[in-house]
């Protein structure tokens, strides 16, 4: 029953030995490289008993199995765990099949029995099917398409659509953006840092001693330099003025607190 | 030479001809209107088909697309030169099947038919030739990624569409392609306990605790 | 449809034609002969030409090598254009506007003008689109090219000649210089007066002579 049971295919190489082992029975032939599985090899043996898959014998079809593995055994081959767990799973099957159920377990061991034939038949329903599929005329290998098809291809050609507003109101847009990089704000009175310079260095030209920086802006007597936003940009940049002279080493410039007094000296060469 | 003078086709079939003559790939009815300024080619398509039916190339419909492709009946004189189909493995074989009858299908449902893990590379190969895609996951927690056949799949295995799969109505009338996820045909498996008598225990929530589903790949038993 | 029923070709016919069809080169008559097992496919080769001659593809002989193409009269459908409509960028519309109000223009003054740089992809989209054109070199250093707007330019607009673009003034009239804030943008060009103050003073003039080619640096008004 469990001989030749995996006809034409050769053995892998790890089988070799076995296979020219010549053991007790020649015609012995094992092979479970060829197995897709416990479940494909139960659907193989399902198979020999050439019956309907919806009829075969469940009980027939453990024992098979149960030799198998057992042969196996005997040979001391190596056997992959699920063939082990399945062959347990088939003995517990026959037991419960075999005995007289006294209490009813569910599922019961018929529903289980069923259920594995359910299985190898769509399993072997998948088999079938994939032996059709793959023999129908295939496109490549038994119908074939153009050998030189010229190809279709598209250009795609760009319209560009603009209207003249957003024409005009781009280009209004873009001298928007330009101009604030060159305003200034209207009508605000400075002391440029020019004739701070100018002022800061001829006063320090004439000055004996330490003067404070306040001494040196104009005075706030005379007329528009009384305005106080005036005397802050004068201030301002008389202190940059003090700091030019002092970096060209015309002038010492020293405090003696933080927020003190400044006071400037000319250096005298 | 005794062939009465052919008619000359009306000059949008003529059209239709040149393009999927022309295209390299299979076209839709709605690409092909669309590449000839928005025709109604339905007709032209069936006068088409009508015209080479009995010539040595068909015009044939595969998914929705159509292309010209040789006569089968011509396929052995065909088939000679060109080897250039890929040998699939029976694994592979088989689970493409499982996916075209049962799509769309998750990995786990393929191995519950199967009744082993499928190498990854299975599935690989398959989409490499263009004949499975993943279409998306599967609510269920896990969320797993679900696989269905792709038009190219319709138009290398010759099928108008997924209905004219071989024995798919008889496979379907006898309940073999009902889902596979359903707890109702699960085997249960139990563990040998220390007494070497195995207790079989239908387990509901698990379903990877089922049949000998992915202990061992074959290749394994050495 | 109408046709009548198409006569069912000769068998040689038939296969002469699936091989020319699947062929990835045009074949001679004795490539195909061999290939069919010896027969002798002149006759077939002329009716298929014949069958052909009125058909959307054509089988031509070309040095003694026979193959199949699209019809003379059809190539146009192997290759076709579409015109898509598009809207000009903000961006483009912008340098566009700048090359009509300023040309001839380099791309390094239009970048000055826009304050930002200008891909080189703009203006061929506006190349492109036939409205602006290279017109030469500016004799500078680098002889960068100098764009200008084109007949089609005028024509899209419906412009006379670019006079009739809104000056600066107008454009102000209309609102369209007005984002801003009047007192935020303006000017101070005044100069610095004897007593060292200087009068921040708006330049009517100064609008028109913009040109922020180069523009002056604040440091420079003081």
């Known amino acids: ?269 | 030479m005794s062939a009465p003078e052919p008619q000359r086709p009306d000059e949008l079939v003529r059209a239709v001809e040149a393009t999927l003559f022309a295209a390299g790939q299979p076209m839709t009815a709605e690409a092909i209107s669309t590449h000839l300024g928005g025709a109604d080619v339905g007709e032209a398509l069936a006068e088409l088909q009508r015209h080479y039916a009995r010539r040595g190339v068909h015009l044939v419909e595969r998914g929705k697309r159509w292309h010209f492709e040789t006569a089968p009946d011509l396929a052995h004189l065909l088939r000679r030169e060109r080897e250039e189909v890929k040998r699939l493995s029976r694994a592979a074989t088989e689970v493409l099947a499982i996916v075209a009858y049962h799509e769309p299908v998750s990995r786990a449902e393929i191995e519950a038919i199967r009744g082993v893990q499928t190498a990854k590379g299975t599935l690989d190969v398959l989409m490499e030739a263009g004949w499975v895609r993943i279409v998306g996951r599967r609510e269920v927690p896990g969320r797993p990624v679900i696989y269905a056949t792709t038009p190219d799949f319709l138009t290398h295995f010759g099928l108008a569409s997924l209905r004219e799969l071989p024995g798919i109505d008889e496979l379907r009338a006898a309940g073999l392609l009902d889902p596979v996820d359903d707890a109702q045909i699960e085997l249960a498996l139990g563990k040998p306990d220390d007494t070497g008598v195995t207790t079989a225990a239908w387990d509901e929530d698990s379903a990877e605790a089922e049949l000998p589903i992915g202990l061992a790949s074959p290749g394994q038993s050495g």
């Open chain 1, 1 to 269: 029953m469990t001989t030749d049971l995996s006809p034409g295919a050769p053995p892998g190489d790890e089988w070799d030995g076995v296979a020219s082992a010549g053991t007790a029975n020649a015609a012995l032939y094992l092979e479970l490289d060829g197995w897709e599985g416990p479940l494909d090899l139960l659907l193989d043996l399902a198979r020999r008993q050439k019956v309907d898959l919806r009829r075969i014998s469940i009980l027939d079809l453990v024992d098979q199995y149960l030799t198998y593995i057992e042969r196996a055994e005997a040979l001391r081959l190596e056997l992959a765990a699920d063939y082990l767990v399945m062959a347990a799973w088939l003995a517990y099957l026959k037991s419960a099949l075999l005995l007289p159920r006294e209490e009813q377990e569910d599922p019961s061991p018929e529903e289980l029995a069923l259920r594995l034939q359910l299985r190898l038949q769509r399993l072997g329903a998948m088999r079938e099917a994939a032996a059709r599929l793959i023999a129908r005329d295939r496109l490549g290998r038994d119908v074939f398409a153009r050998g030189a098809p010229e190809g279709l291809r598209v250009d795609r050609r760009n319209r560009w659509q603009c209207e003249w507003f957003d024409l005009v109101r781009a280009y209004g847009d873009v001298k928007v953006r330009a101009e604030p990089v060159v305003h200034m704000v209207r009508e605000r009175m400075v002391m440029t840092l020019d004739s701070a310079l100018s002022r800061v260095s001829a006063m320090l030209g004439v000055a004996l001693d330490w003067m404070e920086l306040r001494e040196f802006l104009p005075p706030p007597r005379e007329g528009e330099w009384a305005d106080p936003r005036l005397r802050r940009s004068a201030l301002a940049s008389s202190f940059v003025a003090a700091l030019e002279l002092a970096r060209t080493g015309q002038a010492q410039l020293a405090q003696d607190e933080i927020f003190g007094p400044l006071r400037l000296k000319a250096v005298r060469g």
